[in-house]
């Protein structure tokens, strides 16, 4: 932990030299309504690095909280992020943009768990005591070494009572009063309906409630529906605040069933804030390939989700050509990164020759200032 912590800190000098301090201007963030976007493909079909950034260059865009994900415990193991260790060099660019992104005021968070099973067994996060401390001070440590605001718990399987809530108890006590905890059910299980964690949200936030800051509810793949007021209305009347339930939606249909026009959804999250007078945001699953601009320009669905939930609230980002040339430098060690590592066998990306790495994103065009 220790060494760990170390060389965290040796990275961050690192990466504080590689990427100048500049002379950004906090925004003030009026968190209300949240726009949250997960970040789970990390790689294009030709295993190049998909930027993030268009979220926060592109005009018009107020997200508020970035999901990275999916962290995986695995027994007998390491934490993975998806297929690698969070710390394979593929990972590169994206840890590094994360910074960039914290800089313009989002947050950016982890999730772990996820439609794979096993971050919560009963050997692992759901374990005895001394195996709940070997899994979860992976994830402990993975959240320090990359300076995560916060974590999303997706309990897609069977998990106790008291194992989720020593989970979120744990969390508030390592991580204090500003760290983002937030769980992702389906939205039918916040009304009693059916569900894939097994324990019971409404005891859950009975127990520990205040620790918890609000709910990525899945209102999609059969377990809700965004295409009227009916679900989401249907769980605010089991004594749910509003403000703390977000509208979860998919992006695109690829990513699931439940896709919602957005002239039709925007028609849903407008009625339900005249209702409520507010609600807790919106969610989407997610980034790489949203509607409308699909694979090319992803990040236009936050564009339209902006105009939807928060049109006035657009940030300002400054990025000088020395960021630049330190995002450029993670690109190509990202992709030279894969190769070495013989990522995903070498198959695809060892077709890409050494001198012709050129970003696929055009960090100089982002210079500003
Ligand atoms: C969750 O669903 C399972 C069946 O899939 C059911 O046995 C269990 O009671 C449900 N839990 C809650 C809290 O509703
Ligand atoms: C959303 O619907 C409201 C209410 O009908 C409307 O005033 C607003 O212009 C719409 N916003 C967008 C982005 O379509
Ligand atoms: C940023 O990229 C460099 C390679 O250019 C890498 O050494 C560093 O570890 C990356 N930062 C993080 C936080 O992964």
Same mark, same amino acid.
């Given at each position: 932990m ?5 060389s ?12 100048p301090?500049?002379s950004?201007?906090p ?7 949240r726009?949250?976007?997960y ?10 690095p ?12 107020a997200?508020?909280h970035l999901i ?35 800089e ?16 919560f067994d ?12 070997i899994?979860?001070r992976?994830?402990r440590?993975?959240?320090?070494y990359?300076?995560l ?10 998990m ?7 989970? /979120?108890? #744990? &969390?508030?006590?390592d ?8 769980? @992702?059910?389906?939205? %039918?299980? $916040? ?6 964690s097994g324990?019971?949200y409404k005891?859950l ?10 709910y ?10 965004l295409?009227?007021?009916t679900d ?22 690829s990513?699931g ?12 999250i407008s ?11 919106i969610?989407?699953?997610e ?8 694979l ?13 939930l928060?049109p006035?609230? /657009?940030? #300002? &980002?400054?990025i000088?050509?020395?960021?630049a040339?330190?995002?450029?430098q @993670?690109w190509?060690? %990202?992709v $030279? ?6 990522a995903?066998g ?24």
């Amino acid at each position: 932990m220790k060494a760990i912590i170390a060389s965290a800190v040796a990275l961050l000098g690192t990466l504080a030299s590689a990427l100048p301090a500049h002379s950004l201007v906090p925004r003030a963030v009026l968190e209300l309504p949240r726009l949250v976007l997960y970040y789970q493909t990390t790689h294009d079909s030709q295993s190049l690095p998909i930027s993030m950034l268009p979220l926060i260059t592109e005009k018009g865009i107020a997200l508020t909280h970035l999901i990275v994900c999916s962290f995986h415990v695995n027994y007998n193991g390491v934490v993975h992020l998806n297929d690698y260790p969070p710390g394979h060099p593929l990972f590169y660019t994206m840890w590094n943009e994360t910074l960039i992104m914290k800089e313009a005021g989002v947050k950016v968070m982890g999730m772990v768990g996820g439609a794979a099973a096993g971050s919560f067994d009963t050997v692992t996060l759901d374990g005895d005591v001394i195996n709940f401390e070997i899994y979860y001070r992976q994830l402990r440590d993975a959240i320090i070494y990359y300076g995560l605001q916060g974590m999303d718990l997706d309990v897609e399987q069977p998990m106790s009572q008291a194992g989720i809530t020593r989970l /979120v108890q #744990r &969390l508030r006590a390592d991580f204090g009063p500003d760290f983002v905890i937030t769980l @992702a059910p389906v939205a %039918s299980a $916040l009304r009693g309906g059916a569900n894939l964690s097994g324990f019971n949200y409404k005891q859950l936030e009975t127990a520990v409630g205040p620790d918890i800051d609000f709910y990525n509810a899945q209102f999609y793949n059969g377990f809700g529906d965004l295409g009227t007021i009916t679900d989401f209305g249907r769980v605010v009347s089991q004594g749910w605040n509003p403000r703390k339930i977000l509208a979860g939606q998919i992006t695109t249909s690829s990513n699931g069933a439940g896709f919602i026009p957005y002239d039709r959804l925007n028609a849903t999250i407008s009625a339900l804030r005249t209702m409520y007078g507010q609600i807790g945001g919106i969610m989407g699953w997610e980034y790489f390939n949203s509607q409308p601009g699909g694979l090319a320009q992803p990040w236009q669905w936050a564009q339209v989700m902006t105009a939807i939930l928060r049109p006035n609230e /657009v940030p #300002r &980002l400054t990025i000088t050509k020395a960021k630049a040339e330190g995002l450029i430098q @993670a690109w190509k060690d %990202s992709v $030279l990164g894969g190769m070495v590592g013989g990522a995903d066998g070498g198959n695809t990306i060892a077709a890409v020759k050494v001198p012709e790495l050129t970003p696929n994103v055009d960090y100089m065009a982002m210079v500003n200032a």
